[in-house]
């Protein structure tokens, strides 16, 4: 076995991506240490030196999935609004469906990882939903409040709920799309695709017709302002 070597910092990021793929094609409970070591070239006890347990790399994985992500950072400076409220989901709209120019193969990965989760005892997904929640839901409460003004329809869905509501269809639309062959055939171009969905968001959420066709044009001509994570 032929170890390269790298800094801590460096190793540790490199064993997290070649972890990320096994344990999202075989799961938490599935993927050995052995397995793992293999995957990033080291010993075991090399992996067992930056990561005492599988528990620890999981926790790493979840870590670095949440934190650095330059839209997430420029999404959250912005002030509460409608048209925040619409750039918000406009964009995770986007990110989901792979519209945003990240890197779809960590994307779909992380997807994976998830599915599995649901699967076993959950607990990636739950600590996952909460760092999102944590992070972003203040914004996107803020923002609906701000939103009540005048651009929402009186008797609308809790914000936490709401929040949650929008989240499900993306990932879900997400989930569809992981096979090379997509599992549905949604109609129409992928931009278009993005923009249907943001629609039925928002008016779940209970914007009007009205706010979301301004904002939303004004949310498309913003986006390339938002840089790809």
């Given at each position: 076995m032929v170890t390269i070597r790298l800094d801590s910092d460096e190793r540790r990021k490199a064993i997290v991506a070649a972890a990320l793929p096994l344990f999202a094609r075989k799961g938490f409970a599935g993927t050995t240490t052995r397995e793992l070591a293999e995957a990033a070239n080291i010993s075991e006890a090399l992996l067992f030196k930056?990561?005492?347990?599988?528990?620890?790399?999981?926790?790493?994985?979840?870590?670095?999935?949440c934190e650095g992500d330059p839209a997430l950072e420029r999404l959250s400076a912005l002030e509460p609004s409608t048209l925040t409220l619409v750039r918000m989901t406009h964009y995770m709209v986007r990110y989901f469906l792979g519209a945003t120019g990240s890197d779809s193969g960590e994307r779909d990965w992380r997807l994976r990882l998830v599915l599995h989760s649901f699967l076993e005892d959950g607990e990636y997904a739950r600590q996952l939903f909460e760092t999102i929640f944590e992070r972003v839901h203040p914004l996107f409460a803020a923002s609906i409040e701000a939103a009540a003004a005048g651009d929402m329809v009186i008797g609308s869905v809790c914000p936490a709920n709401g929040f949650w509501f929008g989240h499900h269809v993306a990932a879900m639309m997400a989930f569809v799309f992981l096979p090379?062959?997509?599992c549905l055939p949604y109609q129409g171009t992928l931009a278009a695709l993005v923009d249907e969905t943001s629609r039925f968001i928002l008016r779940g959420i209970g914007l009007t017709d009205t706010a979301i066709e301004?904002?939303?044009?004004?949310?498309?001509?913003?986006?390339r302002e938002i840089p790809s994570p």
């Open positions: 930056h990561f005492p347990s599988k528990q620890k790399l999981y926790g790493e994985i979840l870590r670095l999935g090379a062959r997509a301004r904002d939303l044009a004004v949310a498309r001509d913003m986006q």
